[in-house]
Structures are given as C-alpha cells and as structure tokens.
C-alpha cells in the first residue's frame, strides 16, 4: 500500500485527500474543515495527517492512516498532537493546494489519478484555509451553498 504525501479527511460521507507541498497548508486545511463542518452539525472526520497510504478496491481508492501516526495531527511549532480518528475513507475528492500564482481563480473540472482510480480534484491557493474550506463546502452542495442551505 503506497504512503503518499497527504492529508485525509471525510465531511457529510465524502472522503477527501488534500495534497500540496511541505508548508503548503494541507494540515492547517484539515482542521479548519473539520472545525467549519462540524459547528454546522455537519458529519466531519479526520483520518491522516501529512501521510496517507492509499489503495485501490472495488474500482475505489481506499486512504488509510498510517499506524504509526494514527490520531496524530502535526500541531505546528508543538509537534504532534491526538486527534479523534477514523482508520480509513474512500476517497470521492481531491484538493491539490498549489502557489496561490498558479491557482485558478475558478477551478476547472479536472481529475487526478492515484492507483489508477480517476478522482475528481479542485486546484486552490495554498495556505488559504477558509478560503479552501468554502471551496469544499461549495463543491459538495454543503451550508452555506446548495438548494434550501441556510448560512453559517
């Protein structure tokens, strides 16, 4: 099961896999989502942070968290801090954090590939994180998108 360079987290039953470089606010984007959803009561849950291992089964691509960082989320400049987990999602979505220079001010479908299973993926501006948790509520018809949402 390959280790990848990201973080993973599940909001309303959509797992979503965030990459982007070191520093490019992937952790930071994590716990701003989980924060944002769950005071909307909305179901948000933190899988893996800064590593994911990835697999394909069933025509789906699988994100699950490392062992040995299970309920570890990187609490910068504290070092790891637990967090309440689940181990595993399928992954539904992808958010590629990327120079705020080469970031599109509307993303444009696009798709990415991991194990060989195409992931719809949403190109945003790096170290953005509010900006970027909008992006997913917008993306997946969430508060305060969507027909009949009410704002948060």
């Known amino acids: 099961m390959p280790n990848c360079h990201a973080t993973a987290i599940v909001v309303a039953g959509t797992g979503i896999l965030v990459e982007g470089h070191s520093g490019s606010g992937k952790t930071m984007l994590a716990l701003e989502a989980l924060a944002f959803f769950q005071a909307a009561g ?5 899988v893996s942070d800064d590593q994911v291992c990835l697999s394909a089964r069933n025509g789906r691509l ?27 999602t399928v992954i539904d979505l992808a958010i590629l954090l990327v120079d ?12 990415i590939v ?14 953005q994180a509010r900006r970027a948790v909008h992006a997913i ?9 969507g027909p009949g949402c009410t704002a948060v």
């Open 114 to 127: 991991r194990e060989g299973i195409a992931i719809p993926c949403v190109v945003l501006p790096q170290r």
């Open 42 to 46: 909305i179901f948000a849950a933190f």
């Open 62 to 88: 699988v994100a699950r968290t490392p062992r040995s960082i299970a309920g570890l989320a990187e609490a910068r400049g504290l070092g790891p801090a637990r967090l309440d987990h689940v181990p595993a």
């Open 137 to 145: 509520a917008a993306t997946l018809q969430l508060p305060p998108f």
């Open 100 to 111: 705020e220079q080469k970031a599109p001010r509307i993303s444009e479908e696009t798709e």
